[in-house]
């Protein structure tokens, strides 16, 4: 009796816990501190995998970081000033490897090395955009508007990178003002966002629009934006609310400002062409702006290594929806193309990640290794994620099987852009533009938002989750029509309530309730790991 | 066999027993502050908190005082 406690511990030792509470469990929740969501340790996940982590990711990603900020970072100082003047980089990216942590819990094997590269891809593009910003920030220069500021391009996160492409190689930088300051702070640290929610109502406006138009208007009422770049385009982010936030914008910044607009109804040919035509006026705006004329050439160049990645994407989706094999979690399946098609080629960080994790992916294919041997469903999450609680489906995986294959952020700029002549450009160019975050599938008609089912048979997926936005009317208005659609399909789906980077309104451990009751009441399933069912992470990051 | 008496010998012997002590014992030190989440610990409970001060104390521009001038900038249109 002894000697086999003794074998199952040197085994434990060596390989990690298993995964499954009958085969004597990891209990993973039992590692949180309550409340906090801190771990009283780290996971033991066998000497193997727990050193990989250790030093190839956690010590990796530390070294690393510094290191990009030597080299995106004019003067290392810059960095410095910027953390201590805005609340959104020095309270937000602090944590950044607690943010690896909370999506890899669990993860082991190919899975963990794999998924940790899109990670390091989109710490490294963020580390690109913060230097970018603070390069050029005019409040931390006294007031002077350096080289770095004449040649910086400001506009809204939902203006995709790919416009911008024209001047890259003229050394013009494209620089989302939200990406950074809101979009990515939710994920990695949702307690700064609340700020600039709070401060937007605080001066009269009403708190049901969208929390992400809200928190974007607060970053210019709290006078949190850096003065980085001469000019400015907004867009509407295709929903009304985002409209009063370009207002916003225009006045407090105060700069020469293009609004370009997302069309509310784009299946249209007519509407396509006219928006061929405000991405030209545009181009206009910048060439009159900067001096610097369009260049085919830059456009070009970038267009195919935006393609070639697509390409990638599309090669590693086949893996996914056809085998076991495919080594790329949910959250960081997610994550990383929602980021990477958004912010387009600005640096190599996307086409390396890619390259590695298609290495490791071909590994799995090749040997067999099903890298989340535990699944039970195939799950494809459909509509806007919450972005406090992006990992959830890391927790979903541990606590139930339930495996996030695919999801709509990854699907929504599912095109290659034609390179073969300017008006071929154009023409993919309007659609890549008409499909922006939170658009083709969400409040872009129903045509749209039920590709779903197409997509749930392309990925092999045997069951839905259904994010619900508790704050957009859009998706708000079609929730009926995907309840009688999932009854009239025989579809397994269950709704996960939130309010994007508002963590106030729903909280995690709402969203796992609601998953926990589905997978009781309704599959009639017992949990993996039941330590993970009931915690209290109500004040983690 | 013949035991080396070189002091050369003797100081590269030393040398390699300190340097791995010592990067026995920094590999120590870093896996108890990675095991333990010492790193998040710390930032959770004292840098977090002390930013947070900092930026809640913080003087700020108060954007409302400024006018919403209009007519500041032309309305940039090309397609006439």
Request: proline share 5%; with cysteine; aromatic share 14%.
């Amino acid at each position: 009796m002894a000697k086999k406690k003794l074998t199952k511990t040197l085994k434990d030792f060596w390989n990690g816990k298993p995964h499954s509470g009958e085969e004597g469990g990891r209990r993973l929740g039992d590692l949180y501190e309550d409340k906090t969501g801190l771990l009283k340790h780290r996971e033991w996940r066998g000497v193997k995998d727990t050193f990989y982590y250790m030093y190839n990711i956690w010590g990796y990603n530390y070294v690393h970081m510094v290191l990009d900020i030597l080299k995106f970072s004019n003067n290392p100082i810059d960095f410095i000033k910027g953390t201590w003047r805005y609340r959104w980089m020095g309270q937000t990216y602090l944590p950044v490897i607690h943010w690896f942590e909370r999506g890899l819990q669990g993860v082991r094997g190919e899975a963990l090395r794999a998924s940790a590269w899109h990670y390091r891809a989109m710490v490294s593009a963020s580390i690109h955009q913060i230097c970018n910003f603070f390069n050029a920030d005019t409040r931390l220069h006294g007031g002077k508007e350096n080289d770095a500021y004449r040649h910086t391009i400001f506009a809204n996160e939902t203006t995709c990178g790919t416009l911008f492409y024209p001047w890259k190689d003229a050394g013009y930088q494209y620089l989302p003002m939200e990406m950074i300051p809101y979009f990515v702070t939710c994920h990695v640290n949702s307690h700064t966002v609340l700020n600039y929610i709070d401060a937007v109502q605080s001066i009269g406006l009403p708190g049901d629009p969208c929390p992400m138009c809200q928190a974007e208007s607060g970053l210019f009422v709290l006078d949190d934006v850096p003065d980085s770049a001469p000019i400015i385009i907004t867009c509407n982010e295709a929903c009304d609310a985002s409209v009063s936030t370009h207002t916003l914008q225009d006045w407090f910044a105060n700069k020469p400002l293009f609004a370009l607009p997302i069309p509310m109804q784009f299946d249209d040919p007519l509407l396509k062409k006219y928006c061929m035509n405000e991405i030209e006026e545009m181009w206009k705006f910048i060439e009159e702006q900067t001096g610097v004329p369009f260049s085919w050439e830059s456009m070009k160049k970038y267009l195919e290594r935006q393609n070639k990645l697509q390409r990638d994407e599309w090669e590693k989706w086949e893996v996914a929806s056809k085998t076991d094999f495919y080594p790329i979690n949910g959250v960081a399946q997610a994550l990383f193309r929602i980021y990477s098609t958004q912010y387009g080629i600005q640096g190599d960080f996307w086409e390396e990640a890619s390259e590695k994790v298609k290495k490791i992916m071909y590994k799995c294919v090749e040997k067999k290794i099903n890298p989340f041997p535990q699944t039970r469903h195939r799950v494809i999450a459909w509509s806007c994620a919450p972005l406090y609680y992006s990992n959830w489906c890391t927790w979903a995986y541990n606590c139930w099987g339930l495996n996030t294959i695919i999801n709509m952020d990854s699907l929504m700029f599912d095109m290659e852009i034609r390179t073969d002549s300017y008006e071929n450009m154009l023409e993919d160019m309007a659609t890549y533009h008409m499909w922006a975050p939170m658009r083709r599938m969400a409040v872009g008609g129903m045509h749209h938002i039920f590709e779903l089912w197409d997509y749930m048979k392309r990925f092999n997926c045997d069951m839905v989750a259904m994010y619900d936005q508790l704050q957009c009317k859009g998706m708000q208005g079609v929730h009926g029509l995907f309840e009688d659609e999932f009854r009239k399909r025989n579809i397994n789906a269950f709704w996960i309530p939130h309010a994007l980077p508002d963590s106030r309104t729903v909280s995690r451990a709402e969203i796992r309730r609601q998953i926990n009751d589905y997978m009781t009441t309704v599959m009639h399933e017992e949990p993996l790991d039941p330590s993970l069912l009931d915690f209290d992470d109500s004040m983690t990051w | 066999m013949k035991k080396c008496s070189c002091s050369f010998g003797k100081k590269l012997g030393k040398f390699l027993l300190k340097f791995c002590g010592i990067f026995v014992a920094l590999n120590a030190v870093i896996f108890v502050i990675f095991f333990f989440d010492l790193d998040g610990k710390l930032l959770f409970n004292v840098v977090e908190p002390f930013l947070k001060k900092h930026y809640d104390n913080m003087e700020r521009r108060d954007v409302l005082k400024e006018p919403y001038d209009l007519n500041k900038f032309p309305v940039y249109k090309y397609d006439d």
